[in-house]
């Protein structure tokens, strides 16, 4: 097994019917189950509730419905490495992304929407998504790209509650 800083990344690497369907499976499975956990969160405690200034749900939608496919298909390159390394860890910090998104929504209503609270979970996300770059491009490059739309998100969403403190 190659060490992560010695992995090369090639274009010419076949993909299998079974890797085709893992990137089915991280894309499509993985925008599920967090779009799932956000309409639940909107329809019992909706986030935005006590910001004055806001760009409106529509906003966060589009940006969730960039933001965690390319993720989850980072991860999916990452998780093709699988032969050539040790990728326990990295889809450890996968799972506990996923977990740290799904319970964003339980976390707002349990502080009653209170946007210090959602600030918080925005920096959480800024130090989250800045560790999962660093680590996936420890095993593929092309993840880091992909991980672009992440990192751009989390300072915006915490501007977005900063100015409504």
Excluded: H
């Excluded at 800083?5 to 890797?19: D, F, K, P, V």
């Excluded at 319970?103 to 959602?118: D, G, K, R």
């Amino acid at each position: 097994m190659q060490t992560p800083s010695s992995l090369q990344e090639t274009n010419m690497e076949a993909i299998t019917t079974q890797e085709k369907w893992m990137a089915v499976l991280f894309v499509g499975g993985t925008t599920v189950v967090v779009m799932i956990a956000a309409a639940l969160g909107f329809l019992y405690a909706p986030p935005n509730k006590n910001l004055q200034s806001t760009p409106g749900d529509s906003f966060f939608w589009m940006a969730w419905l960039i933001i965690i496919p390319t993720w989850a298909f980072a991860s999916w390159l990452v998780w093709r490495k699988r032969k050539v390394a040790d990728i326990r860890g990295a889809m450890i910090v996968f799972f506990w992304f996923l977990l740290s998104l799904i319970a964003f929504f339980p976390q707002t209503a349990a502080t009653q929407e209170n946007v210090l609270t959602i600030l918080v979970s925005d920096l959480q996300g800024i130090i989250e998504s800045w560790m999962i770059m660093w680590l996936y491009s420890r095993y593929s490059k092309a993840a880091r790209w992909w991980l672009i739309p992440l990192v751009v998100w989390f300072p915006i969403t915490a501007i977005i509650k900063l100015i409504n403190l």
